[in-house]
């Protein structure tokens, strides 16, 4: 089967004045499109070819022949979860079940808040953060470069896009910056809920 590049959640200008639609343009049409077309050149005839994408990146994790092909899954993959994980009118105080388990499991929202906070800002060079569920408890996780909590057996539930390209067009070095808007402008919590479940 072929991957293809899945339409965005909302329109190219949806996440105005947070994040532009000259950023989203160029992030869902060049950068994820090109992991989507590198993906497909990589396993075409190969017994990658008809696996799902998820199975693509269980199976060339930590295999260095496969770095190639594991980088551009992971990072079709996570694009598409970074999508559903903002919304036009989102972040701020989470609604919902997530609301409960973050006071339970953080000791309160602005602790939560403050610890992906950190995640995205300390991942030196390219990568990603992320809210984890394991063992029924919530957890902050970074990633480097294409890595990603599925390939090691973990169930994300949110994630913030810190390579630069994710914020560079509007935030230029201000990776703080962009976090902050992620976070109090963004943030699809029904997404995040959905993924509780
Ligand atoms: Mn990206």
């Given at each position: 089967m072929?991957?293809?590049?899945?339409?965005?959640?909302?329109?190219?200008?949806a996440?105005?004045?947070?994040?532009?639609?000259?950023?989203?343009?160029?992030?869902?049409e060049?950068?994820?499109?090109?992991?989507?077309?590198?993906?497909?050149?990589?396993?075409?005839?190969t017994?990658?070819?008809?696996?799902?994408?998820?199975?693509?990146?269980?199976?060339?994790?930590?295999?260095a022949?496969?770095?190639?092909?594991?980088?551009?899954?992971?990072?079709?993959?996570?694009?598409?979860?970074?999508?559903?994980?903002?919304?036009?009118g989102?972040g701020g105080?989470?609604?919902?079940?997530?609301?409960?388990k973050?006071?339970?499991?953080?000791?309160g929202?602005?602790?939560f808040?403050?610890?992906?906070k950190?995640?995205g800002?300390?991942?030196f060079?390219?990568g990603?953060?992320?809210?984890?569920?394991?063992?029924?408890?919530?957890?902050?996780?970074?990633?480097?470069?294409?890595?990603?909590?599925?390939?090691?057996?973990?169930?994300?539930?949110?994630?913030?896009?810190?390579?630069e390209?994710?914020y560079?067009?509007?935030?230029?070095?201000?990776?703080?910056?962009y976090?902050?808007?992620?976070?109090n402008?963004?943030?699809?919590?029904?997404?995040v809920?959905?993924?509780?479940?």
């Amino acid at each position: 089967m072929t991957i293809n590049l899945p339409d965005l959640p909302y329109d190219k200008d949806a996440l105005e004045p947070h994040i532009s639609r000259n950023t989203l343009t160029f992030h869902h049409e060049k950068h994820h499109n090109a992991y989507v077309t590198n993906l497909n050149k990589l396993i075409e005839g190969t017994d990658l070819a008809n696996e799902t994408l998820e199975e693509i990146i269980k199976k060339t994790v930590n295999k260095a022949e496969k770095t190639g092909i594991f980088n551009n899954a992971a990072q079709v993959w996570n694009h598409t979860f970074y999508w559903q994980s903002m919304k036009p009118g989102g972040g701020g105080l989470p609604t919902g079940d997530i609301a409960e388990k973050i006071n339970a499991d953080f000791g309160g929202y602005d602790n939560f808040i403050e610890q992906l906070k950190n995640a995205g800002l300390t991942q030196f060079g390219s990568g990603w953060a992320w809210l984890i569920i394991k063992n029924n408890k919530l957890e902050i996780m970074k990633t480097s470069n294409a890595d990603t909590p599925i390939a090691h057996g973990l169930k994300p539930l949110l994630t913030i896009d810190v390579w630069e390209h994710a914020y560079y067009l509007d935030y230029q070095n201000g990776r703080g910056n962009y976090l902050d808007v992620f976070l109090n402008n963004l943030v699809n919590w029904e997404f995040v809920n959905s993924n509780l479940v």
